[in-house]
């Protein structure tokens, strides 16, 4: 685990737009936060693939009026050069949970874009 100081903004960047995104019932740009080959495992939903399925994920959610998403207790772990591993809790207005492992990597932009997506609903608000 390393201090968010020590994050590169890139990384940082990613996770902002994506849950602003989400806060603004952007699916699109929800999707655009991943990489065009990503996973995403959603527990207890299934596992998706690509931006497509993983747009039509987020659509899904949004249109059952899911907003609001914040994160707390958040760590970041250095896997190489180009990856950060992000772990956190997450609320919502309807629900809780953790994110298990976001795999943000670093693309040839200079963004950073999330190939594994691996968060869990551990309840209902």
Sequence with gaps: MIL????PVA???????W??????????????Q??????????????FTGTEEIQAFWQQIIDSGY????????????KDDNCFILRSEWT???AFGVVHEEHWMLQPDGTAKLAYDDFEVLGER
Excluded at 11 to 17: L, P, S, V
Excluded at 27 to 32: E, F, I, L
Excluded at 40 to 45: G, K, Q, Y
Excluded at 67 to 78: G, I
């Design 92 to 94: 919502m207005n309807k």
């Design 67 to 78: 907003r609001d998403v914040a994160y707390q207790n958040t760590t970041w772990e250095l």
């Design 34 to 47: 991943y990489t065009d080959d990503a996973i995403m495992h959603a527990r207890p939903f299934g596992t």
């Design 4 to 7: 968010s100081s020590q994050v």
């Design 11 to 17: 990384f940082k960047n990613g996770i902002t737009k």
């Design 19 to 32: 849950k602003s995104a989400f806060n603004q019932q952007d699916a699109t740009g929800c999707s655009a």
